[in-house]
């Protein structure tokens, strides 16, 4: 009888080791694109325009191993500005994509006895390298440092909602217990 549910356990964790690499590529592509969409669009502000795409790098992020948050934040923000918008591309894949590769580790391999405290630390950490980021960017790409602090409150602002929102959809709505059962995670 115990033979019987050994072997069961094992078929069990083999159909879970097969299961895991399509379900990654999959939530990564999810990601990817929803990120994609987040970034080519943004609600227009006074003086600007303010986008969303920080809340769901920061939810993949908290959510997927540093690689795919990489492609999620990095290569999904670069193909948005790519199709609507390419003069900031290459800072975006740099700013987002390590944005993103932060939040990941903080979340996954600091503090693995409080992950709420380690995911929120990761997207303000994450939230301040993408304001550098981009108002170093901005700076070089329009040759001139008055633009970028202008712009300097929205990408604030976009950092600051996906810092707010990002472990609050993961955490108390519930989405990071999907993620775990859809990986069949205990």
């Keep these: 009888m115990e033979n019987v ?3 069961k356990n094992i078929v069990n964790e083999e159909k879970r080791k097969k299961k895991r690499p399509t379900v990654w590529i999959c939530i990564t592509a999810l990601f990817m694109g929803l ?14 325009h303010l986008y969303l795409c920080d809340l769901v790098i920061c939810l993949a992020a908290i959510l997927l191993d540093p690689f795919a948050a990489f492609l999620v934040g990095g ?4 193909l948005g500005d790519l199709i609507f918008y390419p003069a900031p591309m290459f800072v975006s894949l740099v700013t ?20 709420v ?27 001139t440092p008055e633009y970028a602090i202008i712009k300097l409150p929205y990408e604030i602002a976009q950092a600051s909602l996906g ?4 472990p609050l959809l993961c955490f108390k709505c519930g989405i990071k217990k999907l993620y775990d059962k859809l990986l069949i995670r205990k």
């Design 96 to 115: 987002h994509g390590l944005q993103a590769v932060v939040i990941s580790v903080f979340s996954h391999y600091v503090l693995k006895k409080r992950p």
């Design 75 to 78: 290569v999904g923000s670069f």
């Design 5 to 7: 549910k050994k072997e």
């Design 163 to 166: 810092i707010i929102f990002g």
């Design 117 to 143: 405290v380690a995911a929120v630390l990761g997207c303000f950490v994450g939230g301040i390298i993408m304001v550098v980021g981009y108002t170093i960017g901005k700076a070089y790409i329009y040759s």
């Design 35 to 48: 990120n994609i969409a987040f970034s080519s669009f943004g609600i227009p502000v006074p003086g600007g």
